[in-house]
């Protein structure tokens, strides 16, 4: 008996006909590397063809960088072709094909197309963060957490590892304000649940962003915390040991000024979530806040983002948040008096 062969049918059917709300006939691909975890990929197919589904799976080799890094090892027009034919896509790819050249034209080309990223996606993730959440309650949560990031103007952030980092909210409204509870049952692109995410005013974050959970790419789980000195929203000095100039070098290896420029900023609010290294699970831990650096996607700045070469997404824990002077998180526990009713019914009082 393999690990949660039980459990992983349960979660595939819920993300097939709870989270997708696949229809009979439509055309549901699945595409993964070989860093994809094949269980995940065969149980998702099974699940889509037992809804009467049409599923494609398309297995790539995995590139050796994601987003537009990985374009010049992709099948580039054979890729985008099946993609702009599909209703639904999952991407289970670990090296993810998110923001590269043929996820950018299918967005914009594919209007109808429901797509989720659950990149990196192994059975133990699977059963913890698909098939073992309450929907209605998460969603519950994360709009009120929607309502009151939309409704501020200034927000400031710290940790107890020395972040202090603070930034204006934009009120244009090309910069795209998003929340995910996991749900792809409407065209657009949607990430796994548990987070809310946003483009503040580049220009106006400043302060120290110390990443302690993770970095992904290149380092995956940090082994000590990594300094980034952050002015008018570009990273202008990286300090720390060991994965810190690893950091440092990777960034400054595509010779792409934008790739030290944030990209966008994220709260993480899933409570089955845990520090893994996976940055689609890392990003999403309870209380921690998550900063994108680089290639900026159109589903972030409309109409067409800010490119560049690549991207990467750095991960703190136990944050605590002032909105407009108000304090909504301290040190990743929830202390808003109405929001902390909302993550009690989550188990996370």
Known sequence: MSLYEYELGRAADILVRELFKLKPGETFVITADTESDSRVVDATARAAFAADAKPMVIW???????????????PIESLTGALIGAD????FNNQWLLYSTPYERVVKENTKLRYLNLVGMDVDMMV???????????????????ELTKAAKHIRWTTPAGTDVEFDMSSDPNYLLGWDAGYADKPGVFMLGGQVGWPPVLESINGIIIFDGSISPPCGRLDAPVRLTVKQGK???IEGEGQAKEFEQWLASFDDPRMFHIAHVCWGFHPGAKLTGNVVEDERVWGATEWGLGNIGSCV????????ASHT????????????GKQML????????ELAVLAAKLGKA
Request: with cysteine.
């Open 60 to 74: 790539l080799a995995s590139p050796l960088g994601v987003g537009m890094a990985a374009d010049p090892m992709l």
């Open 88 to 91: 639904a896509w999952v991407e």
């Open 128 to 146: 913890r963060l698909i098939g073992r959440v309450d929907y209605p309650a998460l969603t519950e949560f994360l709009k009120k957490v929607y």
């Open 235 to 237: 990273v202008v000095k």
């Open 301 to 308: 700045i409309a109409p067409d983002g800010v490119p560049a």
């Open 313 to 324: 997404d750095g991960v703190c824990l136990n944050t605590s948040a002032w909105l407009d």
């Open 330 to 337: 301290d040190e990743g526990r929830v202390v808003d008096e």
